[in-house]
């Protein structure tokens, strides 16, 4: 594409699996543009960032799911047939299966599962913790709930440590992508079962309950989903609840870095809680880019982009934009005080509007949820922070901080003080702060 900058290297894959949530930004800030090309997998990409690339990116219909991304992440995360590879019409179809159980009611149901399943699970919190574990099995047992999946036919240990392959795998290649493709296939056939239990009768998961639902759905053409492709919706429910586990990590990470925020979530503020849930959303690494293979011709910013050409915009570049955020590199919950809602300017779980777009439905669920259960660890309980590693590498994808953020002595806010730390703590390239021995919350 003439006059759009391109990355010196023959092909940039290498680069780009080195570099991670930062190779985009970085190079925007190099060639000074919002667009610049380059080869992946030896295929020409067209890299764009920023709050015009996403209004431009997600206009509805200009941008198919089909074809951009590699097979094996595809199926690690949406997985063919599933609502994100739909288009138009089909898509919206589809979609409104999930905005409708994803709606405000259905929201304040999957939260309070969720608070549920920390006062069940909490109380077994002994010896060392590590945080990012406990969460993905605390909102599996949410999800599974929530969705009315019965817990003796959901074997949460095992569907946790399958989402989290998933989850974890979907970034890489080799053997981590491998592991989750291999708990993704046995997880399927567990969802199957589910579907086909509801329908022939043997499974009452509830009137109203996304199982049913989603047993229950059909597509314009009057047939109910294929079961195949209704276990793979129920998978893309409860998947990514339990990815909302690294947003709780961050989450206590950021309020470790910030202890002052701690009394604030304590008092349960919604104000509070909300504005720091969107700060750490905006500040720390979930996705680093969303890709789409144009539909059709068109213009942006005076260059001509092709039907088929491959397109990536930067999500985690766009969330640092400094011509959106000041002092992007500070974490500061206040700059949320009076913002204006947007859909193209923080966009950490994609851009665009909600009903016409690839949009995440589950994005107002991941800021309630991220609200209640960030007040219940600020004011519920104490916990003591060893020295660990919590360097966050911004190479590995999806990345978390190193030590998966472990504490101790956990007990009743307020039931004794903990034992003193060992060492300094790190803090990584997305972390705010320097943490000090012996630090404890």
């Known amino acids: 594409m003439p006059g759009i900058p391109r990355d010196s290297a023959f092909d940039s894959s290498i680069a780009f699996m080195r570099e991670g949530y930062a190779f985009i930004p970085r190079r925007r800030a190099r060639y000074g543009s919002d667009l610049f090309q380059a080869r992946i997998m030896l295929r020409k990409a067209i890299f764009v960032g920023g709050p015009d690339a996403a209004r431009m990116f997600y206009q509805p219909d200009r941008f198919t799911r089909k074809g951009a991304l590699p097979p094996s992440a595809v199926a690690l995360l949406q997985d063919y047939g599933s609502v994100q590879l739909k288009d138009g019409a089909a898509h919206r179809s589809r979609k409104r299966l999930f905005t409708g159980l994803l709606d405000v009611q259905g929201t304040a149901d999957l939260a309070t599962a969720a608070e549920d399943a920390w006062a069940r699970e909490v109380p077994a919190w002994t010896g060392r913790v590590v945080l990012h574990d406990a969460f993905q099995a605390l909102l599996c047992r949410a999800a599974c709930r929530w969705a009315g999946i019965p817990e003796a036919q959901a ?41 086909r239990a509801v329908r022939d009768g043997s499974l009452d998961p509830g009137s109203g309950s996304p199982l049913a639902a989603v047993a229950a759905h059909c597509d314009p053409d009057g047939e109910p989903l294929p079961v195949k492709i209704a276990a793979i919706e129920l998978l893309n429910l409860l998947r990514p609840t339990v990815a909302v586990a690294r947003f709780l990590t961050f989450g206590a990470l950021a309020l470790h870095a910030h202890p002052e925020w701690r009394a604030r979530l304590a008092q349960g503020d919604r104000g509070d809680l909300e504005r720091f849930a969107q ?21 942006w910013q005076g260059h001509r982009f092709r039907k088929g050409d491959w397109v990536m915009l930067d999500l985690y570049g766009s969330n640092r934009d400094p011509r959106l955020w000041n002092d992007p590199e500070r974490f500061d919950p206040e700059r949320f005080r009076d913002w204006q809602p947007d859909p193209y300017t923080l966009v950490p779980q994609g851009g665009g509007e909600l009903g016409v777009t690839h949009r995440c439905p589950g994005e107002r669920a991941t800021v309630e949820i991220m609200m209640r259960l960030m007040r219940r660890l600020a004011g519920e309980i104490d916990y003591a922070v060893p020295a660990q590693d919590l360097g966050i590498d911004l190479g590995r994808m999806p990345t978390l901080p190193a030590s998966g953020f472990v504490v101790e002595d956990v007990r009743p806010r307020g039931a004794g003080k903990a034992a003193s730390g060992h060492e300094k703590a790190g803090a990584g390239p997305a972390s705010s702060s320097n943490l000090g021995r012996g630090d404890r919350i």
Do not use: S
């Open 155 to 195: 074997d949460l240990p095992r569907r946790t440590r399958e989402f989290a392959a998933m989850i974890d795998g979907a970034g890489a290649v080799g053997p981590r992508n491998w592991r989750g493709l291999l708990l993704r296939a046995r997880c399927e056939r567990w969802a199957r079962g589910l579907v």
């Open 279 to 299: 700060e750490v959303r905006r500040f720390y690494p979930f996705f680093p880019a969303v890709g789409g293979r144009a539909t059709h011709d068109f213009e």
